[in-house]
């Protein structure tokens, strides 16, 4: 070994050792992206500005103009979640991965954290506890319904967690949480997933004393997945940075990439080579938010979501969700309607329509119909669209149960 | 808690609650993205078909068309791996996310891993199982150097690790690590990290006896960052799937994701938002790599750097890497010339010539100059540009030391 091998001697023995795989036939052929109206949970469609800047040409995720850009999508996500927090940025990955940074970077093995759990989310937030070592514990609801403040008091005080964990908007379900109040509940830090919720359902993360806060990009934002916003306030980031133990993950972990996302003035160092199209279009993304203004955003999505609503009952169909003041405005759930195969509707719907409305997703998979109206998505012309779609699809569906 | 609130409530509840954050004067301006021929060690300039897909709208993570795209990429993956391993997919992150997802999946606490540590990836890789609670071994050599069978056999009788980690494109020093012959050696499972390699030197998964291997989307294959392929053998699946502990991380579970990526025939299961503009980009390089045949894209790098190395000793630049055999195609590692301070010149060209090329990571700082050739950047004609580029500027920077 050392000094025998030219370019010649290396692929010789490349040609010796063989080649076993040819060029696959399926990669001849172009591209295919059939066109589709996306109103299921998400993701939503693009918008034809984040669309553009998700197909630029990029530059190096270390160059002073990506930092520029960095910096810009940091001022946009803080006004989105309505907080002045230093370390806000977006993690490279999608909102699940933002969900496992905030428990990965707070909590310590053998740690408490209490877990609000009426749908997918809790669990999934569960189960990152239980692998990183945390001392998991649960608050449960029924699916379909949301947590009262009494509710929440009362198991605070029984577990004593250093955390809590709580879902805004419970997609899987079409439940958004009321936050008012739990912030000053609490000892622990409040940890809030708003991936379905941001930009369509008011949140103020500093008045509301969220200590940490994440969201996805797909969703309201209409804009690839792929990166994540979140956010930690000053007692999160006491809790972050004063571990006795390191993160369970690198790729995750806060201490580098507070410092790539310009959280002190040290120089930024390489972390990880950041997803540079997609922070292109989340920083479009952001800024057509800002355009169109929060409150704006959150009246259009409540106003779409009730005249939906009204739509699917003169139907005769039935949302899961009972309590009006509970209804997530972004996304919406109807009850499987009686001698249905939920599977036959959303079929008939994305076959005859090329709409994408869903079904239901862990604790409500056969139970609900799903249906979102997001950002560019939500509009009046969509709800009368996906409401046409299904009085169609309940004609012609074949009842196979009765 | 419960009837009381309409939107009207809440929204009144958010008005008095009260907006603490206008909408950022930064995102009032449009995206600023500026030219660059991107000749650093990594990303590289997207080529023109890949950035077309790219820009796409979207369809469902989990539509039929969808894991259609995804089997191509599996395909494809397997093409530039030559492997017919059936889990082949591409991690929803960086490079450095895959880094993870193999130490994460294979390793369980306690159990000892042998990295061998000639660079930067060396050294995250022992970090990463240092933080899962892995026995961390090292082989360590002086940076510039690669490992022969002789230190690799001894170490490994010495540690009798379960994993083996080493990389074939160490970008931080420029050298290229001889694979063959490793796969032969060890009980314990071989651990490749390809990322800087992939598509610009021979690799052979299946031939070379490579248990798992991974790599990055924006090197050689010329497509934004945020996805990274990744390879497990059957020998890699037994032990993963025989695993008594779950893995630290939710995101990056091979349980999951194996199904996620059609690995078996249960139906597919919704486990996290994939990155789709992301995929329908990596797909799209692939299908590239695939019609320009890698034998002939390894003799494009190992040319083109030649050419590189000797237009550089022209100038009278020295090459970090003594040994022919040990360079790497596609990043060219020069020791910072003497009397010269490695940012003057970074920055000279990057002001005079929009290029970017770049100083040493971990450790090779101010050690080395790095310069990349790699996909539809390796040409001559970069190669010209990137020699003039640097005989300006060593006329033009000011030398600080002597």
């Not at 795989?21 to 992206?33: E, Y």
């Not at 059939?34 to 500005?49: E, M």
């Not at 916003?229 to 133990?245: L, V, Y």
């Not at 309607?337 to 079904?359: R, S, V």
Request: with cysteine.
């Amino acid at each position: 070994c050392g000094k025998i091998l030219a370019f010649d001697t290396v692929r010789s023995m490349s040609v010796q050792t063989g080649f076993t795989v040819p060029p696959p036939k399926s990669l001849q052929q172009p591209l295919s992206v059939p066109k589709r109206l996306l109103l299921g949970p998400g993701p939503s469609n693009i918008s034809s500005r984040v669309q553009e800047a998700g197909g630029r040409q990029i530059i190096g995720h270390m160059h002073p103009e990506m930092f520029q850009i960095m910096d810009q999508i940091k001022a946009g996500i803080q006004y989105a979640f309505q907080t002045t927090n230093n370390l806000t940025l977006a993690i490279s990955g999608s909102g699940h991965a933002a969900m496992e940074a905030a428990l990965v970077n707070v909590l310590e093995p053998g740690e408490a954290v209490l877990i609000a759990m009426n749908g997918v989310w809790g669990e999934r937030a569960a189960d990152i506890g239980e692998r990183i070592g945390a001392k998991v514990q649960k608050l449960v609801k029924t699916p379909g319904e949301s947590f009262s403040l009494q509710d929440i008091e009362k198991a605070l005080v029984q577990h004593k967690p250093v955390l809590f964990f709580i879902t805004h908007g419970e997609s899987s379900t079409g439940v958004v949480q009321n936050l008012d109040g739990i912030g000053s509940l609490h000892n622990c830090l409040l940890l809030v997933d708003s991936v379905a919720s941001l930009g369509g359902a008011p949140l103020f993360m500093d008045n509301q004393e969220i200590d940490i806060l994440y969201s996805g990009s797909q969703k309201v934002l209409n804009c690839p997945p792929g990166t994540a916003p979140i956010s930690f306030n000053e007692r999160a980031c006491q809790k972050i940075f004063n571990r006795k133990t390191k993160p369970t993950s690198l790729y995750l972990d806060m201490g580098w990439l507070s410092n790539l996302w310009g959280y002190d003035e040290s120089p930024r160092k390489y972390h990880h080579t950041s997803p540079i199209t997609c922070l292109f279009a989340l920083r479009e993304a952001l800024a057509i938010l800002a355009e169109q203004g929060l409150e704006n955003y959150w009246k259009l999505h409540q106003e779409n979501a009730e005249y939906l609503h009204k739509g699917l009952e003169d139907l005769g169909l039935k949302l899961f969700v009972k309590d009006k003041s509970m209804r997530l405005p972004t996304v919406t759930t109807i009850a499987v309607p009686e001698g249905y195969e939920w599977k036959d509707i959303t079929n008939f719907i994305m076959k005859n329509y090329q709409i994408e409305i869903t079904g239901g997703l862990g604790p409500t998979i056969g139970m609900v119909l799903r249906i979102g109206l997001m950002g560019i998505n939500c509009t009046k012309a969509n709800a009368d669209l996906v409401i046409r779609a299904l009085k169609d699809a309940l004609e012609h569906c074949k009842k196979s149960k009765h």
